[in-house]
Nanobody
Framework: QVQLVESGGGLVQAGGSLRLSCAAS????????MGWYRQAPGKQRGLVAL???????NYADSVKGRFTISRDNAKNTVYLQMNSLKPEDTAVYYC????????????WGQGTQVTVSS
């Protein structure tokens, strides 16, 4: 079955950097749009960044210019490079894989905690 395993979260000071990784298995990775979402305490899960099978990217306004999503289809892995981190970036970050029809092909990882101290 499809598995998405995130890694790379942790505690970092404001202004610092982290790189999240999401290793996928049980799927044809190159067929999927991969995304990173985040959920802070008391808030809904929201989009951080997407990268489709062709490499086109999309970012939430709050992270544009600071975060970069990339993918390595040979390693079945998607990355999120996070620079200039702010306390408001503190959240659980989730990896997502989806393709059409999304009702059948929409998968989530277990999440990784990112905490940014001021």
């Amino acid at each position: 079955q499809v598995q998405l395993v995130e890694s790379g979260g942790g505690l970092v000071q404001a202004g610092g950097s982290l790189r999240l990784s999401c290793a996928a298995s049980g799927m044809i990775f190159s067929d999927y749009t991969m995304g990173w979402y985040r959920q802070a305490p008391g808030k809904q899960r929201g989009l951080v960044a997407l990268i489709n099978s062709g490499g086109t990217t999309n970012y939430a306004d709050s992270v544009k210019g600071r975060f970069t999503i990339s993918r390595d289809n040979a390693k079945n892995t998607v990355y999120l490079q996070m620079n200039s981190l702010k306390p408001e970036d503190t959240a659980v970050y989730y990896c997502n894989a989806q393709k059409r029809p999304v009702a059948f092909y929409n998968f989530w990882g277990q999440g990784t905690q990112v905490t940014v101290s001021s």
